[in-house]
């Protein structure tokens, strides 16, 4: 940078310093823009991963009501069925195709006792919420998925 210390020169020395400051706005603003878009995405992000917990959570509710059945095992099965249900319906349009899977099985700490897992799994690599920068596909998730399991004793399943 050229000082100018006579104001007789500062008319020349204005000209020659002219656009200096669209220059230095064209070498930062990338920087910010990155930045920006971290912030956005990460945010986004964390709201999809945040709705799945819920969702999941939500379903592992549903697997505790009552389901009419004739036997444990159908019991069991309409149970996860409905916590699926549940767990789709509670799931938000931003992140609307997601997979369910729920599943029951003897919970492993405690044999006597039946577990019902939820799962559910949005494919972002598949569907970003915000199209990806170029190379931003390294540090983004390629699926974001959320658990859920509750407890149910079987002789209250009828």
């Given amino acids: 940078m050229i000082s100018c210390p006579a104001l007789r020169v500062a008319a020349s020395c204005s000209r020659r310093e002219r656009g200096t400051a ?11 823009f990155v930045i920006l878009y971290g912030i956005i995405t990460y945010s986004l992000i964390f709201v ?16 505790l009501n009552y389901q009419v059945a004739s036997s444990v095992g ?8 409905a916590a699926c249900t549940a767990a ?9 195709s997601t997979t369910c899977v729920s599943s029951s099985a003897p919970c492993s700490y405690d ?5 019902v897992n939820v799962t559910l799994t949005y494919n972002y690599a598949g569907k970003p919420l915000v199209p990806t920068l170029p190379l ?3 540090v983004l998730p390629a699926s ?3 658990n859920a399991t509750v407890q149910l004793n079987p002789e209250n399943l009828l």
């Fill in 88 to 96: 789709k319906g509670v799931v938000t349009s931003l992140i609307s």
């Fill in 48 to 63: 999809a991963q945040q709705n799945l917990t819920l969702a999941a959570e939500e379903g592992a509710r549903a697997a």
């Fill in 144 to 146: 974001l998925v959320s």
């Fill in 22 to 32: 669209a220059v230095e706005f064209a070498m930062v603003f990338p920087l910010f």
């Fill in 111 to 115: 044999g006597t006792m039946d577990c």
């Fill in 136 to 138: 931003a596909s390294f």
């Fill in 74 to 81: 159908n019991a069991l099965a309409a149970r996860t069925s």
